[in-house]
């Protein structure tokens, strides 16, 4: 299975960094596992409403051509279904069942996603109203991720 994590930015801070690393690491016995990071735009505090949904467009384009037609793609998004982990590990299990052997998911910038890439989803990830900085977001999901392959496996893991 190919799972494919999109995200917006470079990852600033080294501890992020080597959390990550960890995870795309204790994946690959599970899966092919790859993040494609795509360029930010430069998000200043002062831009009006229009401004920045021009940033979201732009973020969105980018994020758009790394997709394929055939991925299942999840959005990350603060609107977006809630799961627990063992829903999220069953909903994995399910795709795969189904034939969907590529799976996208995607982070948005520090303004979010664009009106396109959520038309393009074909299901949402919340992790509840909280918002998490997008740098932690990636951090976190893949953990999330490792964790459904270790419930899909039956590991003591979860617990
Ligand atoms: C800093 S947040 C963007 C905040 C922006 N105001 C919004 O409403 O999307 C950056 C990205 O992290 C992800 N994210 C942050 N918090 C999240 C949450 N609670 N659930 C799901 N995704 C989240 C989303 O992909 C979001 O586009």
Redo the contacts with the bound molecule.
Sequence with gaps: MNIKLVVVGKVKEKYFRDGISEYEKRLSRFCKFKIVQVSDEKAPESLSEAEMDEVKQKEGERILSKIGDKEFVF??????KQFSSEEFAAKIKDLTTYGHSDITF????????SDAVMKRANDT??????????QL?RLVFCEQIYRAFMINNGSPYHK
Aim: glycine share 20%; no cysteine.
């Design positions: 959005a990350l998004a603060i609107l977006g995607v982070i948005g910038g520090s303004l979010g996603l990830i919340s992790f509840g109203r909280f918002t998490l900085p997008h977001m």
